[in-house]
C-alpha cells in the first residue's frame, strides 16, 4: 500500500503562528489536492507539554537558534510553539482532516525533541507511526509539510531507515533555514539516503 505522510500542518509553523516557516501555509494545497490519491492518509503533530526542554523560553539567559544539550543530544532552542491544547498546536484550518485516518503525536516527552514522526531525536521512543504502517503493509510513503529541513527530512530519512521507499515533495514543503542552504541539504540528505524528490505536479499528473 501507498501512504501519504502530512508533517505538522500546524497553525504555529504557518504565517503568524509562534515558529511561522516561511510561506509555511503554501503547502496546505498540495496537501488536500494529494490527499484523494492514497487510499491511506496519516498525519504527525508536534504536541509539546510547556516544559518543553527544547524551547528557548525554559533555559534562562539563552534565546531561540542557540544550541544546548538535551537527553544527551544537541538540541537547537526555539519559540514556545505547538502547547498541547493551544490553538498553535491545531492542524490549519483550510487543511482537509476528513481523509486523515490516524494522527501521531510527538514531542511529548519535556526532556527531548522528536523531529520525525516515527521517532524521539534519540530514537528511543517510537511514536507508532512505523507500527501502524507496517500493519497496513505499507511499501511506500510520500512526504510533506513542515519545515523542509527538520521534521520533513527526519521523518523521510526515518521512513527510508524502515526499508519504507520514500518520496519528499518538495513543493508540498518550506523550510527554516536557520543557516542559508539547510533546505538544499535536507534534499540532498534525502536523496542520498535513497529517496526520490518530486514536484506534486509530477504525482498529480
Same mark, same amino acid.
Given at each position: 500500500?501507498?501512504?501519504?505522510?502530512?508533517?505538522?500542518?500546524?497553525?504555529?509553523?504557518?504565517?503568524?503562528?509562534?515558529?511561522?516557516?516561511?510561506?509555511?501555509?503554501?503547502?496546505?494545497?498540495?496537501?488536500?489536492?494529494?490527499?484523494?490519491?492514497?487510499?491511506?492518509? #496519516?498525519?504527525?503533530? %508536534?504536541?509539546?507539554?510547556?516544559?518543553?526542554?527544547? *524551547?528557548?523560553? &525554559?533555559?534562562?539567559? /539563552? @534565546?531561540? =537558534?542557540?544550541?544546548?544539550?538535551?537527553?544527551?543530544?544537541?538540541?537547537?532552542?526555539?519559540?514556545?510553539?505547538?502547547?498541547?491544547?493551544?490553538?498553535?498546536?491545531?492542524?490549519?484550518?483550510?487543511?482537509?482532516?476528513?481523509?486523515?485516518?490516524?494522527?501521531? #503525536?510527538?514531542?511529548? %516527552?519535556?526532556?527531548?525533541?522528536?523531529?520525525?514522526? *516515527?521517532?524521539? &531525536?534519540?530514537?528511543? /521512543? @517510537?511514536? =507508532?507511526?512505523?507500527?501502524?504502517?507496517?500493519?497496513?503493509?505499507?511499501?511506500?510513503?510520500?512526504?510533506?509539510?513542515?519545515?523542509?529541513?527538520?521534521?520533513?527530512?527526519?521523518?523521510?530519512?526515518?521512513?527510508?531507515?524502515?526499508?519504507?521507499?520514500?518520496?519528499?515533495?518538495?513543493?508540498?514543503?518550506?523550510?527554516?533555514?536557520?543557516?542559508?542552504?539547510?533546505?538544499?541539504?535536507?534534499?540532498?540528505?534525502?536523496?542520498?539516503?535513497?529517496?526520490?524528490?518530486?514536484?506534486?505536479?509530477?504525482?498529480?499528473?
Amino acid at each position: 500500500m501507498r501512504a501519504l505522510i502530512l508533517v505538522d500542518i500546524q497553525n504555529d509553523f504557518l504565517p503568524g503562528g509562534a515558529l511561522a516557516v516561511p510561506e509555511g501555509d503554501r503547502v496546505i494545497a498540495v496537501a488536500n489536492a494529494l490527499m484523494p490519491m492514497f487510499p491511506l492518509v #496519516v498525519a504527525t503533530q %508536534d504536541w509539546h507539554p510547556p516544559d518543553h526542554g527544547s *524551547f528557548a523560553a &525554559n533555559h534562562p539567559g /539563552r @534565546s531561540p =537558534g542557540e544550541v544546548v544539550t538535551l537527553a544527551g543530544l544537541q538540541q537547537v532552542l526555539w519559540p514556545t510553539h505547538c502547547v498541547q491544547g493551544t490553538r498553535g498546536a491545531e492542524f490549519a484550518r483550510t487543511l482537509q482532516q476528513g481523509p486523515v485516518a490516524q494522527i501521531f #503525536v510527538k514531542g511529548v %516527552d519535556p526532556e527531548v525533541d522528536s523531529y520525525s514522526g *516515527f521517532f524521539d &531525536n534519540g530514537r528511543r /521512543r @517510537s511514536t =507508532g507511526l512505523g507500527e501502524y504502517l507496517r500493519a497496513h503493509e505499507v511499501r511506500e510513503a510520500v512526504v510533506l509539510g513542515l519545515a523542509t529541513d527538520y521534521c520533513v527530512k527526519f521523518t523521510a530519512l526515518d521512513a527510508l531507515s524502515l526499508g519504507i521507499a520514500t518520496t519528499l515533495v518538495e513543493d508540498g514543503c518550506r523550510g527554516v533555514e536557520l543557516r542559508p542552504g539547510d533546505v538544499a541539504a535536507a534534499l540532498t540528505e534525502v536523496r542520498a539516503a535513497g529517496g526520490a524528490v518530486r514536484r506534486s505536479a509530477d504525482l498529480l499528473g
